[in-house]
């Protein structure tokens, strides 16, 4: 089984409409990050939110989180074409050691 | 603002060669670690590094595999004799503190290519 489950894999929209990804996982977490790559480039940390947190915002990003299903969305509204790219959750276990894992990642396209 | 730094960008090397992937990580930062990414697959931990030693590595991380912090600014993965299936994208991260909610700030990562 894999921590940091983000469905749908791939989606499709318009330029204007609104993305929500979402993210699942399966143990106890201090927090969760989202990360948006390029094709081919490097990780672009976009927002964390903590275990005690159940939503934040950071401009056109926002992000909520239930521990008690253990899910996570990643909302971009007001979609644009620079906001095509894979998105990753990652999540940050409660436990000794201190690596965080990733999913596998959304492909997000915005069409123009 | 500070940032974390990896050269080169690019490797290109030949089967059964050893390479040095490079990494500066933030300044006051005490947790180093690295991660990769086969091409269309997620990111996948390596190793994690905190006071001079290696703290968690995975399966991934076997005997060809190193790391060194050989002076306060560098923390460098080793493979010693690359294959084929070594060809990825490389990130170093670094924390400053490992508690509820240290958030892990990566660089620009180095592209692995093994011909």
């Known amino acids: 089984s894999q921590q940091g489950e983000e469905d749908p894999q791939a989606l499709s929209i318009q330029e204007g409409e609104n993305a929500t990804m979402n993210c699942s996982y399966k143990t106890s977490i201090n927090n969760l990050q989202w990360y948006r790559q390029n094709s081919g480039r490097g990780l672009v940390h976009l927002i964390l939110i903590r275990s005690n947190e159940r939503e934040k915002h950071s401009g056109r990003l926002r992000v909520t989180l239930d521990t008690s299903k253990k899910s996570s969305s990643l909302l971009i509204t007001a979609s644009r074409a620079a906001d095509t790219a894979s998105y990753f959750c990652a999540t940050d276990e409660v436990r000794r050691d201190d690596k965080i894992i990733f999913g596998k990642g959304t492909r997000l396209h915005i069409l123009p | 603002e500070p940032e974390v730094t990896q050269t080169p960008s690019h490797q290109v090397t030949q089967m059964g060669q050893e390479v040095i992937l490079r990494c500066v990580p933030i300044?006051?930062?005490?947790?180093f670690y690295w991660y990769r990414q086969i091409l269309g697959q997620k990111v996948e931990f390596l190793v994690s590094f905190y006071n001079n030693e290696i703290s968690e590595k995975s399966e991934i991380f076997d005997d060809q595999f190193s790391v060194e912090r050989p002076d306060g600014s560098n923390f460098t993965l080793k493979i010693r004799s690359t294959k084929l299936e070594d060809s990825a994208m490389y990130f170093c991260?670094?924390?400053?503190?490992?508690?509820?909610?240290?958030?892990?700030?990566f660089g620009p990562g180095t592209r692995l290519t093994v011909l």
């Open positions: 991260a670094s924390r400053l503190i490992l508690k509820r909610g240290g958030e892990q700030f």
């Open positions: 300044s006051n930062h005490l947790y």
